[in-house]
């Protein structure tokens, strides 16, 4: 019997997992890089729409701390801003050195080799053999994230008390050139910070803050400069092109190093990065530091400054 009313028809439910690829992508795309590292994780569908995906978004703020150890695989990120730790293996960290860090890329240098690594996905570049074995005192810079074609990699070290020598490879060459200058051109005897600048093509490199020599891609000459204050600025000064931060680990994070499991006898160096700031269009340089490299202290954690991306590289990038 037709009593008059319909029959109500319950609304499909449609799973996740079953979201057409567009859709899980958008989502991707919005999520910082926990999340998105879990994202990627679910299921095979959920990693091919995240393939693009980059945390982009997070990486404007404020950079995160990456530590490692010469004698493990384990290492801790934390992230500042949230006061977060998290532990991720990563056995290519194990031994190594940074060199550089920039856009969530670090350049490594482990058992002889010279690689680009992003430590969030895992993801390799190995460029060609480099020059030399020992890597103390050497301070890096890269132009652009290493799968662009203009990518551009410089390495100086300080030979002798009398010269200096930077190492130069552009993407697609075969061998790095050495670029010597006969005199030190006031810089100390460590150098703390080197970073690219994209309107003038020019590397810098700078010591505890008080000097800086540029070298030109463009004509490879360089440039010698004393870095002074404001009260000493007259006309004829130059602007640097960045902005740089001293000790930034020992201001902001040394109080809390509880928290990062440091031993007793561990002091720690951290490797500085550039990075554009979203809150001034500029770009800011963390100097390198070692903290805490007291006697009692016999060994070392390393640490970078990273900013949290997340990259993969296609099997035809893996080589320079």
């Known amino acids: 019997m037709d009593t008059g009313t319909k029959k109500e028809v319950p609304a499909e439910k449609r799973s996740f997992s079953n979201l057409p690829p567009e859709i899980l992508s958008s989502i991707a795309d919005r999520l910082p890089m926990i999340e998105l590292l879990g994202f990627r994780g679910t299921c095979n569908d959920f990693r091919s729409a995240s393939s693009t995906a980059s945390a982009a978004i997070e990486s ?63 993801a390799k570049i190995v460029l060609p053999d480099f020059p ?16 662009s074609d203009h990518c ?65 891609v463009k004509d490879k000459k360089w440039k010698s400069y004393t870095i002074v204050k404001g009260a000493e600025v007259n006309k004829d000064t130059e602007s640097m092109p960045y902005c740089y931060n001293k000790h930034v680990f020992r201001n902001r994070i040394e109080d809390t190093r509880d928290r990062f499991n440091l031993e007793d006898d561990e002091y720690v160096a951290v490797c500085g990065l550039s990075y554009e700031s979203a809150e001034d269009c500029h770009r800011h340089v963390y100097l390198n530091e070692v903290v805490d490299d007291s006697p009692s202290k016999k060994r070392v954690r390393r640490a970078v400054w990273i900013q949290p991306r997340f990259f993969e590289a296609h099997p035809n990038q893996l080589r320079w």
């Open 132 to 147: 030399h074995k020992q890597i103390d005192g050497h301070v890096a810079a890269f132009s652009d994230v290493p799968t």
């Open 60 to 122: 404007l703020r404020t950079p995160w701390l990456l530590f490692h150890k010469t004698d493990s695989s384990e290492c801790l990120i934390y992230n500042g801003e949230e006061s977060k730790t998290y532990n991720r293996n990563i056995p290519d960290l194990k031994g190594a050195v940074c060199l550089a860090s920039y856009h969530g890329w670090l350049l490594v240098y482990k058992d002889e080799s010279i690689f680009f690594f992003c430590p969030f996905s895992l």
């Open 152 to 216: 551009i990699v410089s390495v100086i070290n300080l030979i002798d008390e009398a010269s200096v020598e930077v190492n130069v490879i552009s993407k697609g060459q075969t061998a790095w050139t050495p670029h010597m200058i006969p005199t030190r051109n006031s810089l100390n005897s460590s150098i703390s910070a080197a970073t690219f600048d994209e309107k003038s093509r020019n590397f810098y490199y700078m010591d505890d803050g008080k000097s800086m020599l540029s070298f030109s």
